[in-house]
């Protein structure tokens, strides 16, 4: 089994942040709570970001066809 550690000082692995993330944990803070994972030297919190951050933006592909980037922005011309 290939194990890729996010957090080397809990041994939490990336596998194990996803699946934090999976059932509900969207911020560095909630995996801390979770596994521990960024709660000792810190120096995985920019790595846990950047997993909890994967596919949360918009494709390019949507902003260049003049789709609305995010849905709020749909709702706010809807409102007005």
Do not use: N, W
Request: proline letters at 4%; charged letters at 25%.
């Amino acid at each position: 089994m290939d194990r890729v550690f996010v957090c080397s000082c809990f041994g939490v692995t990336e596998q194990q942040v996803k699946k934090h993330a999976a059932d509900g944990a969207c911020t560095p803070r909630q995996i801390a709570s979770a596994c521990k994972a960024g709660t000792d030297c810190g120096s995985c919190v920019r790595r846990i970001q950047a997993i909890l951050g994967r596919g949360a933006y918009p494709r390019r592909e949507s902003a260049d066809q003049g789709q609305p980037a995010f849905s709020e922005v749909q709702e706010l011309e809807e409102a007005a």
